[in-house]
């Protein structure tokens, strides 16, 4: 079984491509996990990045709803994609294509302005 969940924050506004006729939406969550590790005082903290993409009418929802900064919560499936750069050298990345997302964190708040 190949399932995920990830609960974390856009670092930036969700990117909509046109493939081969198809809409694609690509992304990236940052996950912060905090922990106070034993006999010390402070806590230590440790954020991750997760590229992720979002098919058809269920990305194109995804990004109208979504922007830089939103709390979001997506599953699917891990997917790795391989291929040859320039340089011949093999590359490969690990990305979550996902297949669904849910509201999350409420609506957001209008920022007071500074005086």
Known sequence: MNNIQILGRLTADPETKNVSGNDLITGTIAFTKKWKPKGETSYKEKTSFFDFKIWGRTGLAFAEYHSKGDLVLIEGELDQERWED???????????NADRWSFVGG?????????
């Open 107 to 115: 609506k957001k708040q209008p920022q007071a302005e500074s005086q």
């Open 86 to 96: 320039n340089d011949g050298k093999k590359r490969s990345k690990t990305l979550i």
